[in-house]
């Protein structure tokens, strides 16, 4: 099976919003999300629109495609986004087909480079809902450092909850690389 990611593109964008508007409030729920936050689908439209049509430095978030053999199967994002500081990444895969094959941490390190690159990033974040543990699993194999666990709301679709806040450094992430390019 051969992973790629690419950036958000507009064919994107139905398939994107399909995985949030179909699914279930359990598993909706299961993530963290507070269901009365949920977008309806042309807010959907429009936002990630305003996302592909935006330039980098001006993006309030900017998506990553998650590709298997070239068919989409989920995103990562950043948002909460301070251009040359630091930035919020956000993980998803679409279905279950696509989950627990350990292909997560491969898709989080190969979308790295575009959120530490593009956005000349010191610090990345991620705030995954404590209770979730594929997240969690996913971060720390992919080089992300535990910070701390605290009560708060990591994303605008987010109900307040237990989260785990993990950090990678710039230095992390150029070690990373040098270890996978082999030098």
Known sequence: MQLSVRELQQKDIEPL????????PEFLVGMG???LKMP???????????????????????CIIW???????G?????????GEEAYMHLHLW???????????AFVRLTLPYFFNNYQLKKLYCEPYALNPAPNKTLERAGFTFVKKYTG??????FEQEVN???????????????????
């Open 33 to 35: 999300v507070d269901l």
């Open 75 to 83: 995103h990562s994002n950043i948002s909460k986004i301070i251009f």
């Open 153 to 158: 709301i990591p994303g605008t679709l987010n």
């Open 67 to 73: 590709l298997e053999d070239g068919i989409p199967v």
């Open 95 to 105: 279905d279950n087909a696509s989950r627990k094959k350990g292909n997560g941490t």
């Open 165 to 183: 806040l993990w950090e990678m450094t710039r230095e992390q992430f150029e070690k990373l690389q040098n270890e996978t390019s082999g030098e």
């Open 40 to 62: 309806r689908p042309e807010e959907w439209s429009m936002m990630l629109n305003e996302q592909i049509n935006t330039p980098v430095k001006n993006k309030k978030s900017y």
């Open 17 to 24: 919003t399909r995985y949030w508007l179909s699914a279930s």
